[in-house]
């Protein structure tokens, strides 16, 4: 059976072909440069490989105000794809006095290598506090995303992108950097007649793992033959006090060893995109992306993309969640271009102390079950503790402690 197609109907490439690279790359010295920083090499990535797809480059301005203030943009036919983060390069005044009336510019790394063309380019005003605002429902400057726009130049540029090869970090990571061609290519390879996604950025315990093979046993109850599950997390830039990403690639593939999630019908891939910690205007990005990637459902947790108020407490003197938890799953389900896409709400997993084993929260017998949070988590970790028995398998969880270690 056929996957999902993917938004706008055909996955983007932007990467230059091999007979014309030689051509372009020489092309490229005799441009006019613009710096880009890691952060924009990780967009690039993003674009070049479709995972944005119809979108064929950095936005103009036209599809800026519209991811701004309608989180979709309207195709020449007429019909809506769902884009609700910007993806946009900024550039500085003296830049954009530079370059604004060229034709064509290259894009430079920090090592000084051209990694891309960007063909025709619109520069126009960045409206920061307006960004920030519609983006994230507050301006607060000490939010990591925020504070990073802030500090970006006043103009920004957009235009079609040609990259002259695949992104690569050369971090031992890159075998799991699939892009979603592949990702497709894949499951049809192992017979996969139906694809759920499950986005995440922290470590794996059980409680995850239950509610990954409940789905596919649901899905398999519905008529599927041959679910297959798209272990996806998030591979570009976090927060410094999130777990690193290679930490998190070993904590999954101990998962995957231990038999908690079967390998046999798992493909654990790294989403590139950097995180923006936009709750749920940003989840609908994570979900828009893995349809390209080919999945059919998407598995949505508590809290997605949230992160806690950069100042606000709550009644009992911890930060409170930026965003409502629960208000990235309804977000999802009314989103503009996300019809075809089957959201899975998160059912909320503890430690039943009652089985010994992670299971789903009853709240008729609220006292039989434990919440282990990550703060608590990490303090286990940090003491040489081991959490409740089955909250975590055993080799995923000595690569926490050693992490945790490693810090100490």
């Not at 059919?296 to 409170?320: Q, T, W």
């Not at 959201?343 to 039989?368: L, Q, S, W």
């Amino acid at each position: 059976m056929s996957l999902i197609a993917p938004d706008g109907g055909a996955l983007v490439d932007l990467i230059v072909p091999d007979n014309q690279r030689v051509k372009k790359r020489a092309e490229a010295t005799d441009l006019p440069k613009i710096p880009v920083t890691d952060y924009d090499v990780q967009w690039i990535h993003v674009l070049s490989e479709g995972w944005a797809s119809p979108l064929r480059g950095f936005m103009r301005e036209d599809e800026f105000l519209q991811t701004l203030h309608f989180n979709c943009l309207r195709q020449h036919d007429g019909t809506r794809v769902n884009m609700s983060i910007p993806i946009t390069l900024d550039v500085s005044t003296d830049n954009f006095n530079r370059l604004k009336n060229q034709k064509a510019v290259a894009l430079v790394n920090t090592e000084g290598n051209a990694v891309a063309i960007l063909r025709d380019p619109e520069f126009y005003p960045h409206p920061k506090e307006e960004r920030a605002a519609r983006t994230f429902g507050l301006t607060h400057p000490a939010h990591p995303s925020i504070e990073r726009i802030n500090a970006m130049g006043n103009y920004l540029v957009g235009g079609e992108l040609e990259v002259f090869d695949r992104i690569t970090y050369n971090d031992g990571l890159d075998q799991y950097r699939l892009s979603p061609a592949e990702i497709r290519a894949e499951f049809k390879r192992r017979g996969a007649d139906v694809v759920y996604a499950f986005q995440l950025r922290n470590p794996i315990h059980n409680g995850h793992a239950l509610l990954m093979n409940e789905t596919r046993d649901e899905l398999k109850k519905q008529g599927y033959q041959n679910p297959m599950l798209l272990l996806h997390p998030l591979g570009g830039w976090t927060k410094a006090d999130d777990v690193p990403l290679q930490v998190r690639m070993r904590q999954h593939d101990a998962v995957l060893e231990d038999g908690v999630l079967d390998a046999d019908t798992t493909v654990v891939s790294i989403f590139p995109s950097p995180m923006l910690y936009a709750g749920p205007t940003e989840v609908q990005w994570h979900a828009k992306a893995r349809m390209n990637a080919g999945a059919d459902y998407f598995i949505v947790g508590r809290d997605p993309a949230g992160m806690p108020h950069p100042e606000r407490l709550d009644s009992g003197g911890k930060s409170a969640p930026l965003y409502d938890p629960w208000h990235g799953v309804k977000a999802l389900q009314a989103a503009v271009g996300l019809e075809r896409l089957k959201i899975v709400p998160f059912r909320v997993a503890a430690y039943d102390k009652a089985a010994g084993k992670m299971g789903f929260f009853e709240p008729n017998r609220a006292a039989d079950f434990l919440f282990v949070s990550g703060s608590q988590m990490r303090e286990y970790a940090r003491n040489g503790e081991s959490p409740p028995d089955g909250f975590m398998s055993e080799k995923a969880w000595q690569v926490i402690v050693e992490y945790y270690a490693s810090l100490d």
